[in-house]
């Protein structure tokens, strides 16, 4: 499988144990629980829409055991989640502000 999230592998998850990505607007979490290949661990994925975590109000979540095939799973599903969802390039909305007229 070739795509937007071949970086991840077993040894990424060691690097934090919450970790938000996105691609432009396409918002994705990770949370680890545990250690790699024991029978308790896992990491919980979140995918949202284009703003904070916490204000999200469109999220999906899944939880895959933090295994090589648990892995390969969170990559297929974020794919699934990508195409669905669609990204477009990261900008902040332009809002017009009202420019006072120098007075005669």
């Known amino acids: 499988m070739s795509g937007e999230f071949d970086f991840l592998n077993l ?3 060691t690097k934090a144990s919450v970790y938000p990505g996105s691609l432009g607007t396409f918002r994705y979490r990770f949370q680890r629980t545990g250690w790699m290949n024991r029978p308790d661990s896992t990491i919980q994925v979140w995918v949202y829409e284009n703003t904070s975590f916490e204000l ?3 999220v999906e979540t899944e939880t895959f055991p933090w295994t090589e095939a648990g892995v390969e ?3 297929a599903w974020l794919e699934q989640k990508l195409e669905e969802r669609g ?5 902040i909305p332009y809002t017009p502000h009202h420019v006072l007229e120098p007075s005669e």
């Open 11 to 13: 040894s990424f998850f």
């Open 87 to 91: 990204t477009e390039p990261y900008r």
């Open 56 to 58: 999200a109000q469109n």
């Open 73 to 75: 799973s969170i990559k």
